[in-house]
């Protein structure tokens, strides 16, 4: 985090630092860079179609629903979503 002042008050930047080879980020990675649980993720992704399912295959058989984030999502869940504070 970092402060700087605009108008006279003093706002907390968020800083998120990704490798720039790493084009690609799942729902748990997303949820512990930005501090938003994963609940609010799927609800917020979904109200501004952010990220995209990915389906794969388990050993039974059954589907697995996983969220997948591109760099420019991170970039826009960071900017409009708060951390979450529970």
Known sequence: M?????GGE???LL??????SQKI????EVASLT???VEHLHNFARSRHL?????AA??????ADQWLFTLSDLMVLVTLFPRCTH
């Open 2 to 6: 970092k402060d700087y002042e605009s």
């Open 10 to 12: 003093t706002e907390r």
């Open 15 to 20: 800083l998120v630092k990704v490798k720039s």
């Open 25 to 28: 980020f799942t729902e748990a």
């Open 35 to 37: 501090g938003i649980c």
């Open 51 to 55: 990220g995209f399912i990915a389906r």
């Open 58 to 63: 388990e050993a039974a058989g059954a589907r």
